[in-house]
């Protein structure tokens, strides 16, 4: 495991777009699990968000070249290591 | 004899179907956006005298059945005596993961390495033969799209075998072992963004992607109006008025000058009209190939532009907010869009949803408030004369409807409506050739749905006039039609042509000299009392007859008091 302190554990929807985080807990099922990884939305990975959608609409993250758009509700449960 | 089966197999967006029609000629639509195939498609692959079949499975990202497709494909997998595993050369990582699930299955395998000239231009180096021997089976490097690569396929395809260094895994394990794959394989250089990336980017940010959204849509409808109108006047008129039409009125004449078939085929009048004479070589030929066929091609063209590029999963993003408010998400557009072309093709699209309810409003909204290309081609040119404005109220009441009846319905309707969760592909260069192909075969299909329909159309409705039927109806209805919606009782034989074709329903309404006011009402009604009979039998499948029962309901519930409104404001 490369995340060793758990307390700098952030939302996915915290992060503005530009910034750059890397996945620590899917926090989901294990199916929708699995979807993010096959999506490269992989723990340990460093993923970038591209853009969110005003009113609580999607966010869009790049996660290794392949861009996801993810429901807000969805990304609340994706914590990631806030990386600037 | 028994033809060997072989299964295509991959993740969404990989260039599964296009491998496919490589290999077979067949035909099939494949578009940007993930998850188009839902349905398998069958075709026969020649190799060396031998026949195989071949099975484009549904696309999936892993065998794990959490959704209608993958369970399909992981049940389809035992069937398969050979597995073509097409995998996205620029995605490896997460393409592995399908692949490894596939090869822990112990059946033949081969590997297409699709999309591998842009590994090139991502900076990404694959050691091919470094991979085969990690994962035991042939590797094939291919460019589906340029046809690269796919001949050394189809020549190895014999070759498949079952892998012997790939063993059954846990979850944990095969991500463990993709990332120690991964690690020898492949080595990724720096690079700068690509111009395509800065606008992919660009697209889905609102501040920059909304402004280019509407661009975009203003764009396509422009090129679609005016490239159109110029074809009709240019190219489809003159035909029609100076070759077809003193041709074919001299022909009828000259063997049934008078009568029930001079009648039939071109109309009573001895003056040639071909929108109002209702004839079957008259009417029924012009208005679906000179004032409609123009706008369809056109809108075809723009729409597999669209496709092909990418573009249609970045305008999912920027919708998704307001779709989730009528209880879909982002990818309702797809139905929506395709449904302005045809509804048929549009109905079969709200596949691309996950739930029960979300299929149910997204197919009862396209029904009612989204009209085919054919009918939007005749409202601009029965309504046009009559200026912009009245057009802008039809597709305004429309748009109206989509908005209210989706908030309703997303009350009202039992059943989860789920988050979007979507790849978004990159943008990619289209291939004219394969564009053309694409738009051709939609074409296609738009002529051999409306063509026939619209002459058996024309046939039912000449009966019923000569047989009083029309007569008897208009009585019948004329206190709905004239008190409720103030309209003249002979607009019932356009309603009763709306069954089958809506483009000829609204040319119908021509002959009955009605005002802008009317034609406006009555465009709407047509447009939402009911889909046309081939929309009708496709919902009837998709839906089931309960849930068909209740969409029919409210439109017709939803056309009188649309219409019984608008008759208010309006006259």
């Known amino acids: 495991m490369i995340m060793s302190d758990k307390g700098d554990l952030v939302p996915l929807t915290t992060l503005i777009p530009g910034e750059m985080g890397r996945v620590a807990v899917l926090g989901h099922g294990r199916g929708r699990q699995l979807r993010f990884r096959t999506m490269g939305l992989i723990e340990g990975r460093m993923i970038r968000v591209v853009a969110t959608q005003p009113m609580r609409g999607p966010i869009v993250v790049d996660a290794g070249g392949t861009q996801v758009a993810i429901g807000r509700r969805m990304a609340t449960q994706i914590l990631v290591e806030r990386m600037g | 004899m028994i033809a060997n089966q072989i299964l295509l197999m991959g993740s969404p967006n990989v260039g599964k179907s296009v491998v496919f029609s490589r290999l077979t000629g067949v035909n099939v639509i494949s578009s940007n956006y993930p998850g188009t195939t839902i349905d398998f498609t069958k075709g026969t692959v020649r190799i060396g005298g031998r026949k195989f079949d071949l099975i484009d499975v549904p696309g999936t990202y892993s065998l794990e059945p959490t959704s209608k497709a993958e369970e399909v494909a992981s049940k389809m997998l035992q069937t398969g005596d050979i597995i073509i595993n097409v995998v ?82 846990s979850e944990e394990e095969r991500w463990k072992k993709i990332g120690e794959i991964i690690g020898k394989v492949q080595a990724v250089r720096h690079r700068h963004h690509t111009i395509w990336e800065r606008l ?57 000058p008078s009568g029930l078939l001079h009648d039939i085929l071109i ?159 990159p943008y990619r260069m289209p291939l004219p050739s394969a564009l053309l192909k694409k738009t051709g075969m939609r074409v296609r299909g738009f002529l051999a749905e409306a063509v026939p329909f619209v002459l058996l159309g024309v046939f039912i409705v000449n009966i019923l006039y000569i047989s009083g039927a029309i007569q008897f109806l208009s009585d019948l209805f004329a206190p709905i039609l004239t008190t409720l919606l103030g309209l003249p009782e002979g607009a019932i034989a356009a309603l009763i042509m709306g069954f089958l074709r809506k483009d000829i329903a609204i040319g119908m309404l021509l002959p009955l000299g009605m005002t802008a006011e009317q034609l406006t009402i009555a465009s709407v009604i047509l447009c939402t009392y009911f889909p046309c009979i081939a929309t ?36």
Not at chain 2, 322 to 338: E, F, W, Y
Not at chain 2, 545 to 565: E, F, N, R, Y
């Open chain 2, 200 to 256: 992919s980017d660009a697209s889905v940010n609102p501040i920059t992607g909304i402004p280019l959204a509407i661009i975009v849509v203003i764009l396509m409808f422009q090129v679609i109006v005016t490239l159109g109108n110029l074809i009709i006047e240019y190219v489809m008129d003159p035909i029609f008025y100076n070759y077809y039409g003193p041709f074919i009125m001299n022909a009828v004449n000259s063997f049934a």
């Open chain 2, 88 to 169: 996205d050369a620029t995605n490896l990582e997460r393409n592995l993961y399908l692949a490894l699930e596939i090869l822990e299955k112990k059946k033949r395998t081969i590997i297409s390495l699709n999309m591998w000239d842009e590994t090139k231009h991502k900076g990404i180096d694959i050691d091919v033969g470094k991979l085969e021997e990690l994962l035991g089976v042939p590797i094939v490097p291919t460019c589906a799209i340029s046809g690269e690569g796919i001949s050394d396929l189809a020549s190895m395809i014999e070759k498949a075998k079952i892998s012997e260094r790939i063993r059954p895994m």
């Open chain 2, 536 to 571: 009708f039998v496709v919902l009837l499948r998709e839906l089931g007859l309960k849930d068909m029962l209740k969409a029919t309901g409210l439109m017709v519930v939803v056309s009188l008091t649309v219409g019984m409104l608008m008759r208010v404001i309006l006259i």
């Open chain 2, 267 to 425: 109309g009573t009048a001895t003056e040639l009209n071909f929108v109002e004479s209702f004839g079957l070589l008259t009417t029924g030929l012009y208005v679906p190939l000179d004032m409609v066929l123009p706008f369809v091609i056109l809108f075809y063209l723009m729409l597999s532009l669209m496709e092909d590029v990418g573009y249609l999963p970045r305008l999912a993003v920027l919708v998704d907010t307001g779709l989730h408010r009528l209880g879909l998400h982002g990818s309702a557009i797809v139905p929506t869009i395709l449904g302005l072309g045809c509804n048929v093709p549009g109905a079969l699209a709200t596949r691309v949803l996950e739930t029960k309810k979300q299929r149910f409003i997204a197919a009862t909204l396209m029904a009612i408030a989204v009209p085919c290309m054919a009918q939007s081609a005749m409202i601009f040119g029965v309504l046009g004369k009559f200026g912009i404005k009245w057009i802008i109220i039809v597709y305004g009441v429309l748009f109206l409807l989509y908005i209210c009846i989706g908030l309703v319905l997303k009350r009202i309707v039992g059943g989860e409506s789920p988050e979007l969760l979507l790849e978004v592909p």
